[in-house]
């Protein structure tokens, strides 16, 4: 079976989780992609309120990368030289790994902590947080924003997608909104293949929870969608598009995958949207951005 490489889901303000693989055109250090493959493998974004004015955002972003990647940003303290936990360490990639705030500002390099990794499984996993101040709230000010966190490129062993950009983005309402949900899910799953067509079908639950105490605002509603066909990575002549296979039902809001991992959508309008109580329906998608 393949591995479900996840490009993992960030929660927007009315808790949009948005799944999206696109090109971004940046500078790049020494590597060569083809020569040393992709390093990313997943990933996901929360945020919280600090404070209302003007409003402060505290940003946590978990992102997991192949720990051997050729890259002198990513030698650390451990024995064989490679990163180990409690090292800190600014990722590079073929193109630049930053955060956009939505408001004109981009941090970049960004700096990660390493909080777990694996030599035999050949991973880490790093945390970077950061906080944002974003203009005051006035009553014609812009209350509504979307972050992305993006780079390249995406795990060489990945079946679909491989060596292609990846973008986390994140729509966020300063104004009226605490925080996001966090995931709690793996990222990578292995699903078996039914023997009998009478077996059920195979099944993965995505757990997700808020992020600390959030200060003020309404708790919203969960909701998902997949993206649409974006373009390639820089070089790189293969687009990322999505197995005709992988469907959305956007009344139960069951992922329907007949063959392999995916991380885009040919049909971007489709989406679903949960309450508290996993009760879920679906809508027309240009109203919730």
């Known amino acids: ?58 940003f946590t972003v978990e992102a997991v990368f192949r720990r051997n ?7 650390g303290s451990g024995a064989d030289g490679f990163l180990v936990s409690g090292d800190r360490f600014k990722p590079s990639g073929y193109e630049t790994i930053m955060f956009d705030f939505g408001d004109g500002s981009i941090l970049m390099p960004m700096s990660f902590v390493v909080d777990g990794y694996s030599v035999q499984e050949n991973w880490i996993y790093s945390v970077a947080t950061f906080q944002h101040t974003y203009p005051l709230l006035l009553s014609d000010s812009a209350f509504s924003y979307t972050t992305t966190f993006k780079g390249c490129c995406r795990h060489s062993d990945f079946v679909h997608n491989a060596h292609t950009s990846w973008i986390l983005a994140n729509s966020i309402n300063v104004r009226d909104d605490g925080g996001s949900p966090q995931l709690y899910s793996i990222p990578i799953h292995t699903v078996v ?30 909701a998902w969608r997949l993206a649409p066909i974006i373009g390639a990575a820089t070089l790189n002549t293969e687009t990322p598009r999505n197995d005709p296979s992988f469907q959305l039902n956007s009344s139960t809001g069951i992922l329907t995958v007949l063959a392999g991992p995916v991380y885009d959508s040919d049909l971007p309008s489709s989406f679903s949207r949960c309450n508290v109580t996993r009760a879920c329906s679906g809508g027309d998608l240009s109203a919730g951005l």
């Open 193 to 222: 293949k039914k023997l009998r067509p009478s077996d059920p079908d195979p099944y993965v639950y995505i757990p997700a929870g808020k992020v600390g105490e959030i200060l003020g605002g309404r708790r919203g509603e969960l």
């Open 69 to 75: 990647f050729g890259s002198a940003n990513f030698k």
């Open 1 to 58: 079976m393949p591995k479900l490489g996840s490009s993992s889901l960030a929660a927007e303000s009315s808790f949009f989780l948005i799944l999206l693989c696109c090109c971004i055109t940046s500078a790049l250090s020494s590597i060569t992609v083809n020569a040393n493959g992709g390093h990313y493998r997943y990933g996901s974004v929360s945020w919280k309120k600090l404070q209302q004015q003007p409003p402060v955002i505290e």
